[in-house]
């Protein structure tokens, strides 16, 4: 029996990009939108939030936008991230707080997924031993929230885990070194994978076709995560769900609107 009682995807801003970003060999030429999620999971124990999104601040600070997003690294430049769309004012729709949420799963360290951790406080944070040893600026520029990753407070993992009864964290490197899925087990209905950035797009899932820019090039390791989540959906009968598939993103509820 699933302690899950609620599940909400939430939009948290977009970015238009090459599509080859998503799909290695693939798409050059290309400007695609992508929306940049976060995912709130009610659960009988507390309140889990799977990635929390980008830091607002280094968007919308004219300062720093020019130094986080310099045209130099970041061709496509910022992100879109509107005030309303920052967690906190996300979660009052909800009449919740950030003081609501027990638990922080970081699918990976990149700006677009742990770079919201700025508008949290007193949750305890999840990252795998492997994310935070390969997260390195001068390797992967998606890694630029420095002060993040010399976070002192991380609740180190290993592996794969539940973190409570029908949620369980889903180890898929190959994007990142420690890149982790989530698995979603809901009161009704199919479970949900939530792939993360093992598969950007539909197709990165039905094709099997490696996101660009993986860990020291381990595209093989990267396809290898998305037959692996493929085949547990299979197994299990659960929906695998892109993580940047903007045509997906609109056939879901729109939040607050809550799976259940």
Not at 41 to 67: F, H, P, Q, W
Request: aromatic content about 10%; overall charge negative; some cysteine.
């Amino acid at each position: 029996m699933t302690s899950v009682t609620k599940f909400w995807p939430i939009l948290t801003a977009t970015h238009r990009y090459d599509k080859s970003i998503s799909t290695f060999n693939r798409g050059a030429g290309q400007i695609i939108e992508a929306p940049i999620l976060a995912y709130l999971i009610e659960t009988k124990n507390g309140r889990i939030l799977y990635d929390v999104g980008c830091d607002y601040n280094k968007i919308n600070n004219s300062a720093m936008r020019k130094k986080y997003y310099n045209p130099a690294v970041f061709d496509f430049g910022a992100p879109e991230m509107y005030e309303s769309q920052r967690l906190p004012n996300q979660l009052a729709k909800l009449g919740l707080s950030t003081q609501d949420i027990d638990v922080v799963f970081l699918g990976h360290l990149h700006f677009d997924h742990a770079g919201g951790l700025c508008d949290l406080c007193g949750a305890e944070v999840h990252i795998q031993a492997d994310e935070l040893a390969a997260a390195n600026p001068q390797d992967d520029p998606a890694y630029f929230d420095n002060e993040i990753i010399a976070n002192p407070d991380w609740t180190i993992k290993v592996g794969e885990y539940d973190l409570v009864q029908g949620v369980r964290a889903i180890a898929s490197p190959g994007h990142t070194a420690g890149h982790m899925s989530l698995w979603i087990e809901l009161p009704h209905g199919a479970p949900i994978i939530l792939a993360g950035d093992a598969a950007d797009l539909t197709e990165n899932i039905e094709e099997e076709i490696a996101p660009c820019n993986c860990w020291q090039n381990k595209t093989d390791l990267a396809v290898h995560s998305i037959r692996k989540l493929k085949n547990l959906a299979s197994e299990e009968k659960a929906h695998l769900w892109p993580n940047h598939d903007m045509a997906f993103w609109q056939t879901l509820k729109c939040f607050p609107e809550s799976y259940s």
